[in-house]
Each structure stands twice: as structure tokens, then as C-alpha cells.
Nanobody, 123 residues
Framework: QVQLVESGGGLVQPGGSLRLSCAAS????????MGWFRQAPGKEREFVAT????????YYADSVKGRFTISRDNAKNMVYLQMNSLKPEDTAVYYC????????????????WGQGTQVTVSS
């Protein structure tokens, strides 16, 4: 089992950057595929990015490709989401998610979730 805690959200101007962090508990963290999702008010939770257990593979939603970068440090049980060139439409609560033997973009495929961190992009 793994517990996830996100941090790093906040208010940023359009064009700015933020780095989200996700701290994971559990000795088997390195076995998990990790993902980032987001949910804006009145909208469904949507996929942002995912990274394999070895960091060998990453996948991004088209809406963030080229602007966001997902990474992980298995020695520190951490996952990161570097967000550059932020747009107002990136405003949402961002969630870290984890599961074993998964590689997908549906929230239903991930069993473990953090509590979320708010990102607001506004001038």
C-alpha cells in the first residue's frame, strides 16, 4: 500500500512555472506507475502525465505536451511535475496517483490517490 501527499501548488501568472511534488510512503514505491491528473471546477478528472516505475517511459496529454515534464526519484520516493508556460486553462486541483502494473490515462486504473494541490493561473 502507498500513501501520497502533493505539494507545490499556488497562484502563478500566465507564462509562469510551478513544480509540483508528490511524496509517497511505502517501501515498494519503485514498483508503482505514477500519474498526475487534474480536475477543474465542474469538470471531470483528466489525465495529465504518467511515468513508468523505471522512468524509462513517460506519456503526456496533448494539452500539456512540450510544457510539462514528469519525473521521479525512487531513492527519495518522490514524483515531480514541472509545469512551464502555464495557461489559465491549466487551473485545477492536481492529483498524484499510483498503481502497480498499469499504463493508462483513465483515473479508474489508479488505486491510490493524494489529496490534491490547487494550481491557479491568473493575472
Amino acid at each position: 500500500q502507498v500513501q501520497l501527499v502533493e505539494s507545490g501548488g499556488g497562484l502563478v501568472q500566465p507564462g509562469g512555472s510551478l513544480r509540483l511534488s508528490c511524496a509517497a510512503s511505502g517501501r515498494t514505491f519503485r514498483r508503482y506507475t505514477m500519474g498526475w491528473f487534474r480536475q477543474a471546477p465542474g469538470k471531470e478528472r483528466e489525465f495529465v502525465a504518467t511515468i513508468s516505475w523505471s522512468s524509462g517511459s513517460t506519456y503526456y496529454a496533448d494539452s500539456v505536451k512540450g510544457r510539462f515534464t514528469i519525473s521521479r526519484d525512487n531513492a527519495k520516493n518522490m514524483v515531480y511535475l514541472q509545469m512551464n508556460s502555464l495557461k489559465p486553462e491549466d487551473t485545477a486541483v492536481y492529483y498524484c496517483a499510483a498503481d502497480v502494473a498499469v499504463w493508462g490515462t483513465s483515473p479508474d486504473e489508479y488505486h491510490y490517490w493524494g489529496q490534491g494541490t490547487q494550481v491557479t493561473v491568473s493575472s
